[in-house]
């Protein structure tokens, strides 16, 4: 990377951006796959919220590193070690209620995430939080739909439901413990204590469990750094064949 | 029986009057089977559609352009959301026409039996597939069939940008570096004459075409069109310095229009009769979400069953129990 | 009829403005009302066009039977007849 990416406000920016562009990324696998056509049209716009709101924390972030560095820049031309995404949103699709659950997780955590952040220290990253959390809000409404409908609709459904949560919760610690990251962005009044999100997210994510008629699965955490750019192998192949483009022909603009 | 000739002939008359027909109106059998045919094939092309162009939404070389791709793709999941109902106010289910799809009975557009092989093919697909779709979607909201036409309108008005982004995908490459103008070239010469193709065989050897136009399901001639969208597009190639492959083309001043050299009929007649380059996958890939998805439409069913008392119109019995 | 797996038929009204009615938009299927409203959220305002939106089972939607008068043709039996969408089109035929 040729850019400057140290700024301790870049990457936050970063962090926040890394998020929800691999989510979108992910959730755009999708388009033209869902399980129905009102799905697939709903699970687009969802990805579509998410790369939009990327594409501001990034423009932001291209901005503070200045010299001409651009969004596309902080996407296309970054390794998978310097991304700071949680490793839950890089996972791979799964089948449908693997998605649901990786995203019901994410967004009772992002929707917390965003509440926070509109009182940011960083006013630009409040404005931008002020308007994603009303996306954010239906984002989550979706999820938890689905895995209420999941878990007390069919017999197969329950149970790929109760396996999907069971999969996706290990993942979720990393969300709660905060990173160099993290730790920087609430020294400095930027963002939350992550780790206060995490009983406010149990009770969103319990309330939902319990309409779904499911129980919480007693798994183990997994010990995860993506936030300090240790990743998991899913993201450097999602990384190669989203740079892909922009890496053969280096001298090109699209 | 006599009662039905007259119904067939004051039918005739009132399309021709330029009246819409609505699903409940009387309307012939063959009028009926006609647009099911039609426009479910048209809701398949749609369906079908989004696959080549999705293959690329995970790689789309900036933010911009994977936004815009994606939320192109995802419109034509809408037009085939549209189609679909229209073609279900005449009666036959969503299920039964995804069925006939699935099961290799219904047809759709032969132009997405083509690989879209880079990044350029986004740009064509958009210029010319949609814009060659555009020509005749314009026709088709003044089509004569009330729900079919209004689906129709709703459509040309997202489909504009559609044919906008491929374009502009096209001329930022045609300006860009050697290697991407001739990517874009390639592009052209690959979806040039399949765009043709998209409107059919000439009129004389298409047999239904007459019986369209009569019913005013269709308002103009497969080759009219064509003329209409290459006299719109050779000038848009010229404008990016791009080359159209027909050595035959040529402005004829004495018709005011292009001539155009032989479309090659048999390559879409093999494209029609599944052996195409890609026909194999695109449906493989619909069998597939569509196997893939059912447990989760009887999961919702499933749901909805247990907690349609609390959630859904009020049943006959409560609406009494309300009123009294 | 449709199979049992296939999810039943709703009818999407929006109101684009206040000010104005809800104008019928199209239909769509979904399991239930909750998810009917979603959805129809997701379809026919991806544009943002709605700020109020209505979804009504096509089932419980009564359609006049035409008028012969007007148009020149005795009913047919009911049973062909799946769902109706009687608003006029929209006059932005225009330019492509
Ligand atoms: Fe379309
Ligand atoms: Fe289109």
């Excluded at chain 1, 990457?11 to 697939?40: F, K, M, N």
């Excluded at chain 2, 982004?165 to 010469?189: C, F, P, S, V, W």
């Excluded at chain 2, 493989?284 to 569509?290: I, M, S, V, W």
């Excluded at chain 3, 709703?10 to 206040?18: H, I, Y």
Aim: proline fraction near 5%.
């Amino acid at each position: 990377m040729k850019w400057d990416i140290c700024d301790p406000s870049v990457q936050y920016l970063l962090h926040l951006g890394d998020d929800a562009l691999i989510l979108g990324h992910r959730l755009s696998e999708w388009c033209g796959h869902g399980p129905v056509l009102e799905e697939d049209i709903a699970l687009s716009n969802i990805a579509l919220d998410l790369v939009g709101l990327a594409r501001q924390y990034y423009q932001l972030a291209a901005e503070r590193v200045g010299g001409g560095c651009t969004e596309d820049d902080l996407a296309y031309w970054r390794s998978d070690r310097e991304f700071r995404n949680h490793v839950l949103v890089e996972q791979p699709n799964g089948d449908f209620a693997d998605t649901m659950a990786r995203q019901l997780f994410f967004d009772a955590f992002h929707y917390l995430q965003l509440e926070a952040l509109q009182n940011s220290g960083d006013a630009q990253v409040a404005a931008i939080a002020r308007k994603a959390l009303k996306e954010t809000t239906y984002h989550a409404e979706h999820s938890a739909d689905w895995v209420v409908r999941l878990g007390d609709g069919t017999e197969e459904s329950r149970r790929r439901m109760a396996a999907a949560l069971e999969r996706f919760l290990p993942f979720t610690a990393e969300l709660f413990t905060p990173a160099e990251v993290d730790r920087v962005a609430f020294e400095r009044g930027w963002g939350p204590d992550v780790a206060s999100l995490k009983g406010p997210w149990d009770h969103l994510v319990l309330e939902v469990l319990q309409k779904a008629t499911l129980e919480r699965p007693e798994v183990p955490h997994k010990l995860l750094r993506g936030k300090s750019g240790i990743h998991s192998e899913s993201l450097g192949f999602l990384l190669a064949e989203m740079q892909s483009l922009p890496r053969a022909y280096p001298d090109a603009t699209w | 029986m006599a009662p039905t000739v007259d119904l067939e002939a004051r039918f005739l008359d009132y399309v021709a009057a330029e009246n819409k027909v609505e699903p409940k109106d009387w309307m012939p059998d063959a009028y009926r089977k006609t647009l099911v045919r039609q426009i479910s094939q048209h809701a398949h092309s749609e369906i079908v559609g989004m696959l080549p162009e999705a293959n690329w939404i995970t790689r789309a070389p900036s933010l911009r352009a994977k936004l815009i791709l994606l939320a192109k793709v995802q419109d034509e999941g809408g037009h085939g959301l549209y189609l679909y109902s229209a073609a279900e106010t005449l009666g036959t289910s969503r299920d039964q026409m995804v069925d006939d799809l699935l099961t290799g009975k219904a047809k759709y557009s032969s132009i997405f039996n083509y690989p879209t092989l880079t990044w350029a093919d986004m740009g064509a697909v958009g210029w010319l597939v949609d814009g060659a779709a555009i020509q005749n979607q314009v026709m088709l909201c003044r089509t004569s069939y009330g729900p079919y036409s209004r689906a129709m309108v709703r459509i040309c008005k997202e489909e504009s940008f559609h044919q906008r982004q491929g374009y502009e995908i096209m001329m930022h490459l045609a300006r860009g570096t050697q290697e991407q103008k001739a990517m874009a070239q390639d592009a052209l010469n690959r979806w040039w004459w399949p765009s043709l193709m998209m409107f059919g065989p000439s009129d004389d050897k298409s047999p239904n075409s007459a019986q369209s136009m009569a019913w005013r399901i269709k308002r103009k001639s497969n080759d009219d069109l064509r003329q209409e969208f290459i006299d719109k597009t050779v000038p848009q190639a010229e404008f990016i310095g791009l080359t159209i492959p027909d050595p035959d083309l040529k402005w004829n001043e004495e018709r005011g229009h292009y001539d155009f050299g032989a479309i090659d009929w048999t390559e879409f007649f093999a494209v029609v009769a599944g052996n195409g380059p890609c026909n194999t996958e695109r449906l493989e890939a619909r069998r597939k979400a569509h196997a893939d998805g059912a447990w989760v439409r009887e999961a919702a069913t499933a749901y909805a069953a247990k907690h349609s008392a609390r959630r859904a119109a009020p049943s006959p019995a409560a609406s009494k129990a309300h009123a009294a | 009829m449709s199979t049992p797996e296939q999810w039943p038929l709703w009818e999407v009204f929006v109101r684009s403005k206040n000010g104005l009615s809800h104008k019928h938009s199209g239909s769509l299927h979904a399991p239930d009302a909750e998810m009917a409203l979603k959805n129809a959220r997701d379809v026919y305002t991806r544009r943002s066009e709605g700020t109020s939106i209505w979804v009504v089972p096509s089932s419980a939607i009564v359609a006049s039977a035409p008028d012969e008068k007007e148009v020149l043709f005795t009913p047919s039996d009911d049973k062909v007849y799946r769902h109706p969408t009687f608003y006029e089109i929209p006059d932005e035929v225009g330019h492509m």
